[in-house]
């Protein structure tokens, strides 16, 4: 079980888009092999500006924009990756990932695998992803459960900019293909002391975000915030899980918590269907059954289409329905 390091020295409150532009900075720096790619990204800094002035001080040559080609961007850089480069594509939208999904299935995932442990493809894709932003359904996508069911690759999802920073770091440093998944909505709606100094954060390991003895409330990415102001309105001392790592999950953290709750909510934006929570329900019940004082709920996305900009917050899961979820759970009578 694990927290973001406790790191001495100066902070600067950041929000997320300050935050990953200035630790993208601070690795180029450090390794000359580091290259951004992605469409946009270079003379105006990104569509969220998250690459801002780090052309001017890095030149076209590792600030690589490129054409509006996620296919040919993501084979692109598995080439560059096997040659020894440290590679940082930027996927605009999750929805626009969809086109180079044979090449992150057939070349990134499985390269490792396929050359028997010869060929490192040390890439982290920066996936923007989630809504709330009232932008149309093709930028709107929460569909990680597509990344995770693919072996060979790590999925992380921080949940601030704190994290983010250590995360990221972590993430471009390994050698194996990452993917940092940035929720949008998070980019500037938050701002927090981050550490100037660098450091980084397990890509394994959860974080246990607030302690408690009722219920165990696990979540991750945009949601944390939704489950902390979830924890605040009810009448229950919640823990609160942030996953941050996806794959690989951090399963014993989980265990560890809803051991000593007996009660749990999965708390996701994706949805429903398939989601992760899924998953993190059955292997609850696989290993914790015998603890549970009442079923396992989740609070998630609906399984439908995102909608338009209208309605979307009727779609999105909020603090709200983390509420209802929590209170159903700790009202159970077996």
């Known amino acids: 079980m694990s927290n973001t390091p406790a790191v001495e020295g100066e902070t600067t409150e950041r929000n997320l888009v300050e935050t990953i532009n200035r630790t993208l900075a601070q690795e180029m720096r450090n390794d000359d092999s580091v290259r951004l790619m992605g469409y946009d990204i270079g003379p105006i800094g990104g569509v969220y500006r998250t690459t801002e002035g780090l052309l001017d001080e ?51 995932a499985k390269m490792y695998e396929r050359s028997g442990g010869n060929v490192d493809v040390p890439l982290t894709i920066r996936m923007v992803c989630g809504g709330g ?119 014993d953290t989980v265990l560890e918590s809803v051991k000593k709750t007996g009660r749990c909510v999965i708390f996701h934006e994706a949805r429903r269907t398939l989601g992760l929570g899924a998953e993190l329900a059955a292997v609850i019940n696989e290993y914790a059954f015998d603890r549970l004082h009442a079923p396992i709920q989740r609070a998630t996305g609906y399984d439908v289409h995102f909608p338009g900009n209208q309605i979307e917050e009727a779609y999105l899961p909020d603090a709200t329905r983390a509420e209802y979820a929590i209170e159903a759970v700790m009202d159970y009578e077996f």
Do not use: C
């Not at 084979?75 to 594509?89: F, L, N």
């Not at 709606?189 to 607030?210: C, F, G, K, N, Q």
């Not at 003895?213 to 919640?238: C, F, N």
């Open 133 to 251: 932003i009232k932008a149309s359904e093709y930028h709107s996508e929460s569909t990680e459960s597509y990344l995770l069911h693919t072996p060979g690759v790590r999925v992380v999802y921080p949940s601030g900019p704190k994290e983010a920073k250590g995360i990221l770091a972590a993430s471009i440093r390994h050698d194996d293909p990452v993917i940092f998944m940035e929720h949008k909505k998070l980019y500037r709606t938050h701002r927090e002391p981050v550490p100037d100094e660098e450091y980084t954060v397990p890509l394994d390991e959860a974080r246990i975000a607030r302690t408690g003895e009722d219920l165990t409330l696990i979540s991750w990415g945009a949601m944390v915030r939704q489950a902390e102001m979830a924890a605040d309105r009810v009448d229950a001392d919640v823990e609160i899980v942030d996953l941050r790592t996806l794959s690989p999950l951090d399963i």
């Open 58 to 108: 890095f030149g076209a040559d590792r600030v690589i924009d490129t054409p509006l080609s996620e296919n040919g961007l993501l084979g692109t850089a598995v080439g560059m990756g096997m040659r020894g480069e440290r590679i940082v594509p930027e996927i605009q939208f999750m929805g626009f990932f969809y086109p180079a999904f044979g090449q992150f299935m057939y070349t990134l």
